[in-house]
């Protein structure tokens, strides 16, 4: 019986944001306001999602670059440019660029849609690990896509948490000081003299705490006013999951469970717990999870719940390398247990 489980190397820190269906870019801005001044990428599932994603960022201020194949190679290379010299501290992509070199240590890397292949999501953060340190990976899911954040946490053998939204206040407090440290590095001597010369118009003509208060409520796209953020929905239907930001792990309970035939048995040497322990070293699922075990002589059976079912049919496929998995759906009437 031999083991062969599926283990990587990511070293950062990763979260997911549990969001709405419709508030998937609400949720996308909210996360990058926590890093509000820092450097972030963005990875996106397609081409159209980069320009649709980096049109509204950058009409609501905030400084982005865009990469992929469908723009002109110049275009690329000054995208890359304006994000390495940090004039742009946000890049939405689908790929990593060959070069990364320049780039700058990144302080979040957000997907903004679980990749469909958790491969995708692994190789791209290694990739990004070998050259840069990355202070935090997260990804936003939908309810319904629990399962997949799930089995991305068995196949990176990883912690992947729950992380919550930051209240508005808190939000407001950072960019707060991200304005107060931006006017302390300020050059007054790189401003045009028209601007100076109308700056001290005002200054002037209107009480200068009359002058700042407009300039901060209309002049920053409503950023420091809690009028201007919506109420984050976090979940799809009645089904929600736990919101505590404390909460370590995934759940990994459904409505029923489901038997899976597994092509061990008495003659590979194993026994009720030697099963658990090799299914525990496979698929990193906790041996509780695995009940209701028969052994027999070349094969045997084992109950888990429909999520976990799903977890590690994947797994034990993606292993098979060309052979037909060691694990399968049992079938006959009894393959479908309900609690």
């Known amino acids: 019986m031999s083991v062969n489980p599926l283990v990587t190397s990511i070293q950062s820190p990763q979260h997911f944001y549990e969001i709405h269906p419709s508030e998937r870019f609400n949720g996308l801005s909210r996360v990058l306001d926590q890093y509000i001044g820092g450097v972030s990428i963005i990875f996106c599932r397609t081409k159209k999602d980069v320009d649709h994603i980096s049109e509204k960022l950058s009409l609501l201020n905030y400084n982005v670059s865009s990469y992929h194949g469908d723009l002109s190679p110049t275009a690329r290379e000054k995208a890359l440019d304006l994000f390495v010299k940090q004039k742009n501290n946000i890049l939405v992509l689908t790929d990593i660029p060959n070069q990364l070199d320049n780039f700058p240590n990144i302080n979040l890397v957000l997907f903004s849609i679980i990749p469909q292949d958790p491969d995708s999501y692994i190789q791209r953060i290694l990739r990004l690990e070998a050259t840069l340190a990355i202070d935090e990976v997260a990804t936003l899911i939908t309810t319904n896509e629990f399962k997949k954040i799930a089995f991305i946490k068995r196949v990176t053998k990883s912690n992947i948490t729950q992380k919550q939204f930051l209240d508005v206040a808190e939000i407001i407090k950072l960019k707060q000081e991200n304005l107060d440290k931006r006017l302390k590095s300020f050059d007054l001597n790189e401003v045009e003299d028209s601007i100076r010369i109308f700056s001290k118009n005002l200054l002037n003509e209107h009480d200068?705490?009359?002058?700042?208060?407009?300039?901060?409520?209309?002049?920053?796209?409503?950023?420091?006013?809690?009028?201007?953020?919506?109420?984050?929905?976090?979940?799809?239907?009645?089904?929600?999951?736990?919101?505590?930001?404390?909460?370590?792990?995934?759940?990994?309970?459904?409505?029923?469970?489901?038997?899976?035939?597994?092509a061990i048995g008495k003659t590979d040497d194993v026994d009720e717990e030697k099963l658990k322990q090799f299914l525990f070293i496979e698929t990193n699922i906790e041996k509780n999870n695995f009940s209701d075990i028969k052994i027999f002589e070349t094969f045997s059976f084992f109950v888990v719940s429909h999520e976990n079912a799903d977890i590690i049919l994947e797994m034990f496929r993606r292993k098979k390398r060309g052979k037909r998995s060691i694990v399968e759906r049992a079938k006959g009437k009894d393959s479908k247990k309900k609690h």
């Open 208 to 262: 200068p705490e009359a002058l700042v208060s407009y300039l901060l409520k209309h002049g920053f796209y409503g950023d420091f006013s809690e009028d201007h953020y919506d109420v984050l929905k976090t979940n799809s239907g009645s089904n929600t999951k736990p919101t505590n930001s404390n909460a370590p792990q995934l759940t990994d309970v459904d409505a029923g469970s489901e038997r899976l035939f597994i």
